[in-house]
């Protein structure tokens, strides 16, 4: 089996900084991802890291700790339009991508 | 450049019913993957299609089938209708050469209320 743990809610105001953890539980690794998620809509592709160490696409960061079974999403620069459910999601399948989802973590950004 | 289309966009049922969901990728993708998400809930992995088999699955009764056409479209397919299979239905595409599989691209989803 598998277990992803993120926190349910974050609140931070515009401008500010916010980190996203998940910490995973499961068997066959290959990496871990981050899609975004608004109301309504269809999860977005973020973010992908296979080996330890941070990534940096424009304002968002994920970083991977394999020995630890642990990833975050750093969000920078915070703007309204990032309010939205984030969700980190581990492949368990190779090339082809199996992903295994969180639960999310429903973030609110305030003017 | 076409994105992952899905149709219907909601679809009513009632229980025992079957119902067909149906998924065309992104132009240029040849794999495709389902997702059920229940109200504040993350994706949860169906099945995975390539080459027109079922190459993965997750842990969903054999209710659950699907298929994929040599255009790469799919289809799936819920036999039996449960009230719990009400849920949004997503489907994602992808390719191996895209980031291992992991950039799954999503369409906007099918929304199944079973009463």
């Known amino acids: 089996g598998q277990s992803l743990e993120q926190p349910s809610e974050v609140t931070a105001v515009e401008g500010a900084i916010v980190q996203i953890n998940c910490t995973y539980q499961?068997?066959?690794?290959?990496?871990l991802s981050w899609y975004q998620q608004h109301d309504g809509g269809a999860p977005t592709f973020l973010s992908y890291?296979?080996?330890?160490g941070l990534e940096e696409t424009g304002r968002f960061s994920s970083f991977l700790s394999r020995s630890d079974s642990y990833g975050y999403l750093l969000l920078q620069e915070l703007q309204m339009k990032d309010s939205a459910s984030y969700f980190c999601?581990?492949?368990?399948?190779?090339?082809?991508?199996?992903?295994?989802f969180g639960r999310g973590t429903q973030l609110t950004v305030w003017p | 450049d076409a994105g992952v289309t899905q149709s219907p966009t909601h679809l009513i049922k009632t229980r025992g019913q079957q119902v067909t969901l149906r998924c065309s990728p992104k132009?240029?993708?040849?794999?495709v993957s389902w997702y059920q998400q229940a109200l504040g809930q993350g994706p949860q992995f169906i099945f995975q299609?390539?080459?027109?088999?079922?190459?993965q699955r997750g842990n969903f009764p054999d209710r659950f089938s699907g298929h994929q056409f040599p255009n790469y479209s799919s289809e799936l397919n819920v036999n039996a209708l449960l009230l719990g299979d009400s849920a949004l239905y997503l489907c994602?595409?992808?390719?191996?050469?895209?980031?291992?599989?992991?950039?799954?691209?999503f369409g906007p989803g099918t929304r199944l209320t079973v009463l």
């Open positions: 499961t068997s066959g690794f290959y990496g």
């Open positions: 994602a595409s992808s390719t191996p050469g895209t980031s291992g599989g992991n950039e799954q691209f």
């Open positions: 132009s240029g993708h040849d794999t």
């Open positions: 890291n296979a080996l330890d």
């Open positions: 999601a581990v492949n368990r399948g190779s090339t082809l991508g199996r992903l295994y």
């Open positions: 299609y390539y080459e027109e088999e079922e190459r």
